[in-house]
């Protein structure tokens, strides 16, 4: 795990995830959260069950709610060449059940066993699930 700042897309995993999405987005006017969602599971970078311990899945599942809620402004190209990401009910569906899994598991969780020593982690994790739910609200 290398990991240099509190957002998912500040690892080495994160990295992964934005590789992905680069490639699907390329010379694309937009692209839905069914899609990410459906090629990061493809990808194996994201499980099925929310439920599920897997510190890379749940890297995942947070690096595709900072692209969607356009938490991307540390980004080479924070825009990626003027893609829009859409929201759509199951996606984004799938990535709020996720990431409330994960911001509500505690310690017991990788992911939160590793980034507990900084609160800032929760923090960011917490605003994003809400800022998630938002972009569904509109």
């Not at 509500?104 to 982690?121: C, I, Y």
Request: with cysteine; glycine share 8%.
């Amino acid at each position: 795990m290398g990991a240099w700042g509190v957002k998912a897309l500040e690892s080495d995993e994160g990295l992964e995830v934005l590789a992905l999405v680069e490639e699907i987005s390329d010379g694309r006017d937009e692209v839905t959260a069914d899609e990410l969602v459906n090629a990061v599971r493809a990808e194996g970078l994201l499980g099925v069950d929310p439920a599920e311990d897997e510190y890379l899945y749940d890297v995942t599942a947070l690096a595709l709610a900072e692209i969607l809620t356009g938490d991307t402004a540390q980004l080479a190209d924070p825009t990626f060449a003027g893609t829009t990401f859409v929201t759509t009910s199951q996606g984004t569906c799938a990535l709020i059940t996720w990431l409330t899994q994960l911001r509500d598991a505690g310690d017991e969780r990788e992911f939160r066993e590793l980034r507990s020593n900084d609160p800032q982690h929760i923090i960011h994790l917490t605003a994003t699930v809400e800022a998630l739910v938002r972009t569904q609200d509109t």
